[in-house]
């Protein structure tokens, strides 16, 4: 009768008591991919991939999280703290799956790039899964470049397990035939990363301008916009580069010329300005010299508008002023100086003789030139009737 009870009572407990939790085992296996970023030769990228499967209830989706080797270093160019997003399409157990990943990436010129993890769900309520890759992609906003990878490769079964994913990613140990790491090194003593080349702000925006004298035109001008910041937390330096002013001065001029573009660059308005000694065949087209500023701005990426334009020529007091709203591409901040070409309040003369002609009688004239070299020339008495601002009509 005891030994009956006792078994019993062991049956109970053998019964009543929790079921383990299932140990997952991720799906693994070893993918060549073949990329081709922007317009670089193609490039093979072999990597390690793993996969884990996650499920937090029974019957639940299945949270994947994959880690991947660095990719090979064939950037030409160092990448300090950008933005890098990824994708790595998989076929779970016949369904397409894409997992997804993003993070600040820094890595020198040539030198293998680490990626971050991926994760992506899907639905399932089998224990096993069957798992290939189908492509991967990867991406750099500021510097408006993608990678597409195509390759397709089989990897070993993917067990789920129980639980949730970690909050925290794995640390993922690359084998021994992965590159190696490209994370700076910590110590004072090192050299920090190569620096961050940037990317101009650039676009056409067109400014309304009216002249001193009352009339008016058009000024479609191209601008690119670039930023340096030495150290986090300085000023940004700016330079601003635009297309020509358009003319149809019949006589040469020589004066000075003073411009100023007004932007607003990550939100905050600024000023660049610049002075130039304007030398113009008759009928040509006026440089626009370089117009710096600099602005207090966080962020790497920022957003740039041009907002107003206007020159001035003080010895014959004449100028105009120009109104615009014209959106640039994003800025990227440089950690690089730029080379000084003169502009910004420096004495830039470019070479009058070899400007081109506008000729036509569509060209947008800029009355100041003619103005001023009338007023040199003691010719008072001409008056010269610019062409107006061309105007839309309806229907």
């Given at each position: 009768m005891a030994a009956a009870l006792g078994l019993t009572v062991g049956s109970l407990a053998l019964v009543s008591s929790p079921a383990a939790a299932a140990e997952g085992v991720p799906a693994t296996g070893k993918t060549t991919f073949t990329c081709k970023l922007s317009t670089f030769p193609e490039f093979q990228y072999v990597s390690d991939i793993s996969v884990a499967g996650y499920r937090a209830s029974v019957g639940g989706p299945v949270t994947l999280r994959a880690t991947m080797s660095d990719l090979p270093g064939v950037s030409p160019a160092p990448l300090n703290n950008y933005q890098m997003d990824t994708t790595l399409t998989l076929d779970v157990d016949g369904k397409e799956v894409v997992l997804k990943g993003g993070a600040k990436v820094t890595a020198a010129a040539r030198a293998p790039i680490p990626l971050p993890d991926l994760e992506g769900v899907t639905t399932s309520d089998k224990a096993e899964l069957a798992v290939t890759v189908k492509a991967f992609k990867f991406d750099f906003p500021v510097l408006q470049m993608a990678g597409p990878c195509a390759g397709e490769q089989k990897l070993s079964t993917l067990t789920v397990g129980d639980g949730s994913a970690p909050t925290t990613p794995p640390t993922t140990t690359p084998p021994a035939t992965a590159p190696p790491t490209t994370a700076p090194p910590t110590t004072a003593e090192t050299t920090p990363p190569a620096g961050n080349p940037g990317k101009?702000?650039?676009?056409?925006?067109?400014?309304?301008?009216?002249?001193?004298?009352?009339?008016k035109f058009d000024y479609n001008a191209k601008m690119s916009v670039s930023g340096y910041r030495a150290a986090?937390?300085?000023?940004?330096?700016?330079?601003?580069?635009?297309?020509?002013?358009?003319?149809?001065?019949p006589v040469?001029?020589?004066?000075?010329?003073?411009?100023?573009?007004?932007?607003?660059?990550?939100?905050?308005a600024t000023t660049l300005k610049a002075t130039s000694t304007v030398n113009a065949a008759p009928k040509a087209e006026v440089a626009v010299p370089t117009l710096k500023g600099s602005v207090k701005a966080s962020g790497d990426e920022l957003d740039v508008t041009a907002k107003a334009f206007m020159f001035n020529f003080p010895s014959a007091g004449i100028g105009a002023e120009c109104t615009g709203n014209g959106a640039l591409s994003k800025l990227?901040?440089?950690?690089?100086p730029p080379e000084d070409d003169g502009g910004g309040g420096g004495d830039d003369t470019p070479s009058g003789d070899?400007?081109?002609?506008?000729?036509?009688t569509n060209s947008l004239p800029v009355i100041g030139l003619a103005a001023s070299a009338l007023i040199l020339l003691g010719a008072a008495g001409i008056v010269w009737f610019p062409s107006r601002r061309s105007t839309p009509t309806s229907g």
């Open positions: 101009p702000a650039e676009g056409t925006v067109k400014f309304a301008c009216t002249l001193s004298l009352g009339s986090a937390g300085d000023p940004v330096t700016l330079q601003a580069t635009m297309s020509k002013l358009p003319g149809i001065a040469p001029i020589d004066g000075s010329m003073d411009f100023t573009v007004d932007l607003s660059v990550g939100g905050t990227g901040v440089s950690s690089e070899t400007l081109p002609k506008t000729g036509g």
